[in-house]
């Protein structure tokens, strides 16, 4: 018997792979504010998480320099970069197949709702997601209040609904969401050495744990 009826994904990172444009807004924003230039290794810092976080803790600002940068950012990204994206190999297919399957999926991501709206649209997401929510103007909505949003809209029940992410931030929602959780290794958080109950290391092998398919070649899991 399939154990979920809903599937909740996160969006940068799970479905888009989102980097080139944020890293472009982030080096405009750094050069435009006067900024030390981020290193590449540290460019996933600032992807996931809400730009307030990341400005605040990678660069120690003070509420004020925080707003400013994260103004920067969004004015930038919004009218240069929102679409320079592309969904991951094979997420389109595994997005047709889990919804022909008869499951109900939905986004729950951090992106700005108006902006994740646009490309979730841009990129045909919506023909197989509904629904979509982000996070509020400023960000201050926290995943797990997106993914219980998420939830409420779907009247899903909890023990038969998953969260699919790349990052801790996805992982501690879903726990804190009382949901199950899985993670993606080939996003921007978690890699194959991540220590996670469950995760799938590409977008086809979803639908090998999710339908029940897998033949424990496909699913890693990990007992800490």
């Given amino acids: 018997m399939r154990k979920y009826d809903n599937v909740i994904f996160d969006l940068d990172g799970t479905l888009l792979n989102t ?3 944020i890293v472009s807004s982030l080096i405009e924003m750094t050069s435009n504010l006067n900024l030390s230039q981020i290193p590449e290794c540290d460019y996933n810092r600032f992807i996931g998480p809400p730009i307030e976080q990341s400005v605040r803790e990678y ?3 003070d509420e004020l320099q925080t707003r400013e940068a994260a103004m920067m950012f969004r004015k930038i990204y919004a009218e240069k970069h929102l679409f320079d994206a592309v969904p991951y190999e094979n997420i ?3 997005l047709a197949k ?3 399957s008869g499951l109900n999926l939905a986004i729950a991501t951090y992106k700005r709702h108006d902006y994740a709206e646009k490309a ?3 990129f045909g997401l919506d023909k197989y997601c509904n629904p979509y929510i982000g996070s509020d103007t400023d960000s201050r909505t926290t995943k797990t209040a997106i993914i219980l949003a998420c939830i409420s809209k779907m009247n899903a029940n909890v ?7 790349d ?3 996805d992982r501690i929602g879903a726990k804190e969401a009382n949901i199950d959780f899985i993670g993606v290794t080939y996003g921007f958080g978690y890699n194959k050495n991540s220590r996670l109950e469950y995760s799938v290391d590409s977008p086809e092998k979803i639908i090998n744990l999710i339908l029940g398919e897998d033949n424990n070649n496909d699913l890693r899991l990990h007992t800490s």
């Avoid at 023990?159 to 992410?165: A, D, H, P």
């Fill in 19 to 21: 980097k080139v444009g």
């Fill in 59 to 61: 660069y120690g600002f």
């Fill in 92 to 94: 389109l297919d595994t």
């Fill in 98 to 100: 889990l919804k022909d």
């Fill in 120 to 122: 979730i649209k841009y």
């Fill in 159 to 165: 023990l038969r609904t998953v969260y699919i992410g």
């Fill in 167 to 169: 990052t801790e931030h």
